[in-house]
């Protein structure tokens, strides 16, 4: 596969941020594309720099460790999602359910995800950098869930971080342990399931 980027375009086009957000665009597309193509195993800072058409040096400046890179990676495609108020709970749980079903099915995904999931056990990987991924993509869960009981439509007793856990999960194992895209179907399943776990009965 031929470079799509070359150090001329994502280098030269003028200072400051601009460039710096080219250079971390075409860094971050290269590794899920690699990742896609051969697997994180296979993954390495010569390879990520030839694809994006940067040097080595300008990655390991903003990602020191490859473990950095990979996190960043998979939250520029699965990061932090905001979910507007709608009123009603099960509304805001399938916006946001929707949102992710999105992020889930694009190309290279899954495998970036399992890869990242996958590095997170290894012994020697910073249990807090993927603790503090994992915070930010569930956060919008927790808020959603937060503002359901502050609403009334939420049970007060609610554990909020087990059911932020549950949501969060639900699309993940479809999609990496069952080895089979998440859909609609999926989604009105679980938002149906947790609301009637969750919600404040009439």
Do not use: C
């Not at 070359?6 to 280098?11: K, L, P, R, S, W």
């Not at 193509?37 to 903003?62: C, D």
């Not at 869960?141 to 009981?149: A, D, F, H, Q, S």
């Amino acid at each position: 596969m031929t470079n799509r980027h070359t150090g001329a375009d994502v280098e030269s086009k003028g200072p400051g941020r601009p460039r710096d957000e080219r250079m971390a665009s075409a860094v971050l597309a290269a590794v899920v594309e690699l990742v896609a193509e051969r697997g994180l195993g296979e993954l390495t800072m010569a390879a990520v720099a030839a694809r994006a058409g940067v040097s080595k040096p300008a990655i390991y400046r903003r990602w020191p460790t490859k473990q950095d890179l990979v996190i960043a990676a998979a939250e520029s495609r699965v990061g932090s999602l905001t979910v507007p108020d709608l009123g009603d709970f099960r509304a805001e749980l399938r916006e946001l359910l929707t949102a992710r079903l999105r992020q889930y099915r694009a190309p290279g995904v899954d495998r970036l995800l399992a890869g990242v999931i996958g590095s997170a056990a290894e012994a020697d990987a910073e249990r807090s950098a993927y603790g503090a991924y994992t915070a930010r993509v569930t956060g919008e869960t927790r808020r959603v869930l937060e503002r359901g009981i502050s609403r009334g439509d939420v049970r007060p007793d609610t554990d909020v971080a087990a059911a932020a856990t549950l949501v969060a999960g639900s699309l993940l194992f479809r999609m990496l342990a069952e080895q089979d895209l998440p859909d609609v179907g999926l989604v009105d399943a679980v938002v149906d399931m947790v609301a009637r776990a969750v919600g404040v009965r009439d």
